[in-house]
């Protein structure tokens, strides 16, 4: 079980499930969205995934067609993001998570996006866009 929430705390969550991918994405939109290199995500099954307290701030942003980004409307802190066509996942933004992760599968996607300041020095696979 892994709980999380938001930097103001009217958010919290909690997903019962196991976290065993994490992919740290350096698309345009993912800097832009967490105003950094790059954002870490998981994906996570929707149904295991439970809003606790303030659902009513939650507030969702489409950068795209069929992908939404779901963030705190009183802080901004990006919560996940949820695409149309995988009602079944969520891709939950890590940084938001209070309990340790220890993942099997960690990659790089969208490196020929990667931000010019940033270097990947970590040794996990690097992809020049998503990963397969």
Known sequence: MHNGSCLCGRIE???DGEIDEISMCHCSQCQKGQGSAFV???????DKFHILRGEEYLKEFRASPNKARVFCAECGSPLYSAKDDLPGIKRLR????ETP?????QYHAFVAE??????IRDGFA???????
Request: charged fraction near 20%; proline fraction near 6%; hydrophobic fraction near 40%.
């Open 13 to 15: 969550y909690r997903y």
């Open 40 to 46: 870490a995500v998981a994906p996570v099954q929707a």
């Open 94 to 97: 890590l940084g938001t998570l």
């Open 101 to 105: 992760v220890q993942a099997k599968r």
């Open 114 to 119: 990667k931000a010019s300041w940033y270097e």
């Open 126 to 132: 690097q992809h020049p866009g998503r990963a397969t």
